[in-house]
């Protein structure tokens, strides 16, 4: 079966300082594996996806990068965080091809002060 | 730009009875369509999904009724239970090339009152 792991839990931040989120996959080889971001109480919006190894898309600018070191790892990263940033940050994963399911991670919950 | 919207934007049922939350979308291409449950604090989890090739979709408790004509689609939830209190995002995708991305709708959250 397949697990997806998110770290840390949650986070506070002060405005200006950096930020490291991540996520494994363990279960399941190549899958793509995606970025959500989630104001509290709203919608989830798409920010990243990587359909292989050092390979990332981005569909939102939102002053945030990611990257995909390993085949099961994808990280969201930003050198100055802002007061907008703050939310909830999920990832996600799908089958690499013929299957459009996505599954989500538990989450991250990130507060900038 | 809405691609994909949902009605009511909050919803009271009580226990048994039968919730029914809306969805409508723009974009014809779509032709996958899953619905997501949420609980406050926790991921989404996938709750049923339907391609625009079918009419309906059934898995226990939950329906999907989709109408391609008018781009419209509705989950049922029949006996429902105080449990399924949580949020429900409907969302839509079409041939992406494999990425597969996701357009959510602004969800429905549910209140089942015993």
């Known amino acids: 079966a397949q697990t997806i792991h998110q770290w840390p839990v949650a986070e506070i931040k002060a405005v200006g300082s950096p930020l490291s989120l991540g996520c494994t996959i363990k279960?399941?080889?190549?899958?793509?594996l995606y970025w959500y971001w989630q104001a509290t109480g709203g919608t989830l919006q798409q920010l990243f996806y990587?359909?292989?190894?050092?390979?990332v898309e981005s569909v939102v600018q939102l002053n945030l990068s990611a990257s995909r070191p390993k085949d099961d790892q994808f990280i969201l990263s930003t050198e100055k965080l802002l007061l907008s940033h703050s939310g909830f940050y999920l990832c996600?994963?799908?089958?690499?091809?013929?299957?459009?399911?996505?599954?989500f991670g538990p989450g991250t919950r990130l507060t900038v002060l | 730009q809405q691609q994909v919207r949902q009605s009511p934007q909050s919803l009271t049922v009580w226990e048994g009875e039968t919730a029914i939350l809306n969805c409508s979308y723009e974009?014809?291409?779509?032709?996958?369509f899953p619905w997501y449950q949420q609980f406050p604090g926790e991921g989404p989890a996938l709750l049923i999904a339907?391609?625009?090739?079918?009419d309906k979709k059934e898995d226990g408790r939950f329906t999907i009724f989709f109408n391609k004509r008018e781009k419209k689609l509705s989950l049922h939830i029949t006996d429902s239970q105080p449990g399924d209190s949580a949020t429900y995002f409907c969302?839509?995708?079409?041939?992406?090339?494999?990425?597969?991305?996701?357009?959510f709708g602004e969800g429905t959250k549910l209140t089942v009152s015993s």
């Open positions: 990587s359909i292989t190894v050092g390979q």
């Open positions: 969302a839509a995708s079409g041939d992406q090339g494999g990425s597969a991305k996701l357009i």
């Open positions: 974009n014809s291409a779509f032709d996958y």
């Open positions: 996600a994963w799908s089958p690499q091809w013929g299957s459009y399911e996505q599954y």
């Open positions: 279960g399941k080889s190549s899958p793509n």
């Open positions: 339907i391609r625009s090739v079918s």
